[in-house]
């Protein structure tokens, strides 16, 4: 149904994804046929609910194109020929241009203002003109020829950051399939040499540095699949399927099976996603599963568990999930209480830990998010320290708490970052934010960024959605009724929310008083969220000549803000007293010293964490877990672990290798289907030894690629070979067949 069938280790199909598949593209072929606007040759949408007007965005008609070219009679062909040429009518053609061959965002735009069209309008259009271009009349192609061609041009020009991962691999798939289609040795060799640098750059941290986004890991997923079912070159086709499936490994580890959420941190996550707890993610893991509860909608809104996903695009492109992470969702359970640890871009600090748990998921990033664009398009996005938690026989069956900077209280609701994106597209963090966690135990603060503009609010919110549906709200020992609020509290006070499988307390940390007073309040948001509001500024407009840089004449260090987050099983104490109680042993200490880094340590049920704060330089500084300095690791978790140590263990494996970065996974949690699983993703060979419960398999060079090694109850164990290069003295224990990738799919 879907492109080209892949070699390699998947997992076959079957007749129920086929009939999911089947009814997904229909579904978005229906939606298209009904947006498209026969005059335009343009899909169009409104530009908003029952509005007269509509805005075009070129990339978004491809999909229906491939689709009337996959139904192939005259007609269908003829309107898929319009289409593309009304797409290629918004390239920028003047030579003169800075960026010509880049495309407008909107049909209507009168100038290129998002640098990324070029790389969506490619992403959708090469896939056409490999599979479907002879096709095309041959004056169309002949065009295709000199816009890609363009295109590729202002490509190489852009030469966008690794660090934008879901742009950055869709400029890959233009320059290595560009390339190859045109047959262009400047961009074969261009894309070769930039996909092995984001490959290298990505491994020496572990997970990509865009980082377990609902909606953009889909992207980077769909990606990398048309890569590999488009690219002629075997060394990227390769890379490609092992990079996958590590990307499949980092979203699925982080999705949290009690409450059926992506478990925080997400570096960007949209409002929508967010509030219903669906995502593109969840969607094409549905495709490939079929399980319900990934589309069952949240307690705070969204579609019904009947509409199933409509994305055309996702219906076009070859997906597959691998077994290890169908394994790990299908037996968490078996392995919960478990921490998930993993390193986002090593070099400049990023990390999130995630604490998953039966009961709920408490998941913190190490610092501020972003690729240093510093907009609204791309950053202030993430939700940096979040918590799911269950919620049996609610609405939804689960509830959540985050935090948000707000600046000048524009909360959700009151920016647009763009005009195709509404101001309900998201509720912005405004602030520099720097965590650490220990099981579910979380520190989170958050200092200023620059303000240029005059100032009347600054302040820190700690959200629980639906106020009105939380089982019970204390302030110490006291019940609070939601109805009352709002109410002051102090620093250094408990608000404890009892709510579902969970309690959940907070306290707020000491804020700096930029003003008069600095007051912290439990209150209503307008949207009617329980919001401890921790303030550092309220009062008059002005401009702070003391921040509106972060390093002028006036300067003398950031601000103070923040909170501690403590989560329990609601049945481990018999009520919310008691665990006030517990919560009062803990002790906090806040000091600033004077070189102005802020050392914070939060000692509570015989575990302490640290986290300093350069206050002077704006940045995170050392974390300590239980008085050790925390260095974290590429991945570690139940089934897989990743690190450049060259010894690896993960249940009962263990991989060696020279010093360098590989992956194992073992897929233990089902005993009748054991399987584990050895990645060399770098075209680095290393001396191998793989040991297992089976025996050992070792070679003297193993150069990229992996071996799985399969146990199952009703077979021969098997290892999987999937290599450019065999291994050279490859030595398995007697009785264990090896196959060929290829052989085996």
């Not at 590999?228 to 980092?250: C, S, T």
């Not at 303000?451 to 609010?457: N, T």
């Not at 584990?676 to 003297?700: H, K, M, Q, S």
Request: aromatic share 10%.
């Amino acid at each position: 149904m879907a492109g080209v069938r892949l070699s390699g280790p998947e997992p076959p199909k079957d007749a129920e994804w086929a009939a999911r598949l089947t009814k997904m593209y229909e579904q978005g072929l229906a939606a298209a046929r009904r947006d498209y606007d026969p005059a335009r040759h343009l899909i169009g949408h409104p530009v908003a609910p029952h509005h007269a007007s509509r805005l075009y965005r070129p990339p978004q008609s491809l999909p229906y194109a491939q689709a009337l070219l996959r139904q192939g009679d005259p007609e269908s062909v003829q309107e898929a020929a319009l289409i593309i040429g009304a797409v290629l009518d918004s390239q920028e053609t003047n030579p003169r241009h800075p960026h010509r061959g880049n495309f407008l965002w909107l049909a209507d735009d009168p100038e290129v203002v998002d640098l990324n069209a070029v790389q969506f309008v490619l992403r959708a259009l090469l896939p056409i003109l490999v599979r479907h271009g002879q096709q095309l009349p041959s004056t169309l192609v002949e065009r295709c020829r000199q816009s890609v061609r363009l295109a590729l041009a202002e490509e190489d020009h852009l030469a966008v950051a690794p660090t934008y991962t879901n742009i950055h691999l869709m400029s890959l798939l233009a320059l290595v399939v560009g390339g190859e289609w045109l047959d262009d040795a400047h961009y074969r060799a261009l894309g070769r040499q930039r996909w092995a640098d984001w490959l290298g750059f990505t491994i020496r941290s572990g997970a990509p540095h865009e980082y377990n986004s609902p909606g953009y890991g889909a992207v980077d997923l769909s990606a990398l699949a048309e890569l590999i079912g488009l690219v002629q070159d075997p060394l990227i086709k390769l890379q490609a399927r092992l990079i996958y499936e590590r990307l499949w490994l980092h979203l699925g580890l982080h999705l949290h099976v009690p409450t059926g959420q992506l478990a925080a941190p997400h570096c960007r996550c949209y409002w929508p996603m967010m509030m219903s707890g669906r995502g593109a993610v969840k969607d094409l893991l549905w495709l490939q599963t079929g399980w319900r509860w990934l589309l069952e909608p949240g307690p705070y809104g969204g579609q019904t568990a009947s509409e199933i996903p409509t994305g055309l695009d996702l219906a076009l492109t070859e997906h597959w999930l691998p077994e290890a992470v169908r394994s790990w969702l299908e037996h968490q359970d078996r392995v919960l209480p478990c921490e998930i640890r993993e390193t986002a871009n090593r070099d400049e600090g990023f990390d999130l830990t995630t604490y998953l748990t039966p009961s709920y998921a408490l998941g913190t990033a190490s610092r501020t998010y972003g690729i240093g664009q510093d907009d609204f398009y791309i950053e202030h996005q993430a939700n940096y320290l979040m918590l799911h938690y269950a919620r049996p026989g609610q609405p939804g069956g689960w509830g959540m708490m985050y935090s948000r900077f707000v600046v000048n209280d524009q909360h959700w609701g009151t920016r647009a970052a763009a005009p195709d994106r509404s101001k309900e597209s998201n509720f912005y963090d405004y602030g520099n934010f720097a965590g650490v966690q220990l099981k579910n135990k979380a520190i989170g603060l958050y200092a200023l960024q620059p303000q240029s503009d005059e100032v009347f609010s600054l302040k820190t919110v700690v959200v629980f959605p639906r106020a009105e549906l939380l089982d019970e709200v204390w302030v110490n020992d006291q019940r609070v009724e939601v109805a009352t609020l709002p109410q002051s509290l102090e620093a250094g006070d408990w608000l404890v929310v009892a709510d579902g499988m969970v309690y959940v307390g907070v306290r707020p940390l000491e804020p700096s008083c930029l003003g008069k007073d600095a007051p912290i309040v439990l209150e209503r948001s307008p949207q009617g969220e329980l919001w401890l509001t921790i303030y550092n500024y309220r009062g008059a407009a002005k401009r702070f000549w003391d921040y509106a840089s972060l390093h002028g004449a006036f300067w003398r260090g950031n601000l103070k803000a923040g909170f501690v987050v403590e989560v329990a099983e609601r049945s481990a104490y018999l009520s919310a007293g008691a665990f006030l109680a517990y919560l009062g042993q803990s002790i906090i200490e806040d000091v600033v010293d004077e070189q102005l880094a802020r050392r914070l340590t939060y000692r509570s049920g015989g575990e302490e964490l640290g986290l300093s704060y350069d206050l002077w330089r704006t940045q995170p500084r050392e974390r300590r877990l239980n008085g050790e300095v925390y260095q974290p690791p590429a991945l570690s978790s139940p089934i897989a672990r990743q690190g450049s140590s060259g010894r690896l263990e993960v249940g009962s494996a263990c991989l060696l290798t020279n010093p360098q970065s590989v992956w194992l996974i073992a897929q233990e949690l089902d005993p009748s289907e054991q399987r584990w699983i050895a990645v060399n993703p770098e075209d680095r060979p290393t001396p191998l030894r793989l040991e297992t419960p089976l025996g050992v398999v070792t070679a003297n060079v193993w150069g990229v690629g992996r071996l799985e090694w399969r146990a199952s109850s009703t077979g021969e164990p098997t290892l999987m070979v999937d290599t450019l290069q065999e291994p050279v003295e490859l030595v398995v224990p007697n009785g264990t067949i090896v196959v060929r990738a290829e052989q085996s799919s």
